[in-house]
Nanobody
Framework: VQLQASGGGLVQAGGSLRLSCAAS????????MGWFRQAPGLEREFVAA????????YYTDSVKGRFTISRDNAKNTVSLQMNSLKPEDTAVYYC???????????????WGQGTQVTVSS
């Protein structure tokens, strides 16, 4: 599986961005697709995840109510709609695949290349 993330950019606080992750190769229904982010000087952190088959979603507390993860099984894509963005959301965002749900990055075995999101105050 290869993952290609896109959609990052520069936005003012309060604005929105939509990230997309296109997957090549089959994604099994038991798999989980996740988004992580890493800000300068900080560790990579879990943002959101979705079960590929069931569509169950998971979020870190800091993005609940602002971010929405979704998937399109037919197009093999997973998206992250980010609303009400804050400067602290600034980071490189990565999409990744895991065999089962986890918030730990080491449980994810395939990663996209990352896309920069910068939120100005």
């Amino acid at each position: 599986v290869q993952l290609q993330a896109s959609g990052g950019g520069l936005v003012q606080a309060g604005g929105s961005l939509r990230l997309s992750c296109a997957a090549s190769g089959r994604i099994f229904s038991s798999a989980v697709m996740g988004w992580f982010r890493q800000a300068p000087g900080l560790e990579r952190e879990f943002v959101a995840a979705i079960r590929w088959g069931a569509g169950t979603t998971y979020y870190t507390d800091s993005v609940k109510g602002r971010f929405t993860i979704s998937r399109d099984n037919a197009k093999n894509t997973v998206s992250l709609q980010m609303n009400s963005l804050k400067p602290e959301d600034t980071a490189v965002y990565y999409c990744a695949r895991a065999r089962y749900y986890s918030r730990q990055d080491y449980e994810y075995d395939y990663w996209g290349q990352g896309t920069q999101v910068t939120v100005s105050s």
